[in-house]
């Protein structure tokens, strides 16, 4: 209760430690990915640590205090109820924990972040707010990182036009072929697109 960045950062470490211990792992190439709640822990993850070589974050929360008082666009609901007891669990309201908001926000740390990060997210998004994201976007691009923004036009939470699925789908392979793999890295990757495109 009350440190949900960090349990993330103390189950998956150790196991990535491990695998890399073991020689199933590369140490040089090691990608980190994850959407929404596991969106939100790969954000936080990198804060904390430079063992991944690149990481994509779709749909994560990164600032749990503008997050905390708005909706769900799909039902409606206040979104401080999954904050304080539920998926994030933070054991209180923002007043009574001010800091645990704060500690528990990738975007407080993002000067931390050494990784290359993709964020993609559905301007549409009914489950996180997706200015989330381009809190986190701009946050890191204030501090010269090395971050890409995917932006769905019109999708939710998962996107479900098949050419956006198909579209994401190539850019990730794209994205973890070049760090990983140290193939070329693709126009967007270098030349980044237009918000219109």
């Known amino acids: 209760i009350g440190r949900p960045g960090y349990s993330a950062v103390k189950c998956l470490i150790p196991g990535v430690q491990k695998l890399m211990e073991m020689g199933i792992a590369d140490s040089n190439a090691i990608g980190l990915h994850g959407h929404s709640w596991s969106g939100y822990q790969t954000a936080y993850v990198v804060t904390q640590t430079d063992i991944f070589t ?24 206040a979104r401080q109820f999954q904050y304080e007891q539920q998926q994030s669990r933070i054991g ?3 007043w009574e924990y001010p800091m645990r908001y704060l500690e528990n926000s990738p975007v407080f740390y993002a000067d931390k972040i050494n990784t290359p990060l993709l964020i993609q997210h559905g301007d549409e998004d009914e489950a996180v707010p997706w200015y989330q994201s381009i809190e986190l976007y701009l946050a890191m691009r204030r501090l010269n990182k090395d971050c890409i923004f995917l932006q769905y036009r019109g999708e939710p939470h998962h996107l479900k036009k ?16 070049h760090h990983l793999k140290k193939e070329p890295a693709a126009e967007w990757i270098t030349e980044g697109m237009k918000y219109i495109e």
């Open 54 to 77: 690149c990481a994509i974050a779709g749909a994560p929360v990164s600032n749990m205090t503008s997050a905390y008082s708005g909706i769900r666009w799909g039902t409606g609901l």
């Open 162 to 177: 098949y050419a956006n699925k198909l579209d994401y789908s190539i850019k990730m392979k794209e994205y973890f072929d």
């Open 92 to 94: 209180g309201n923002l």
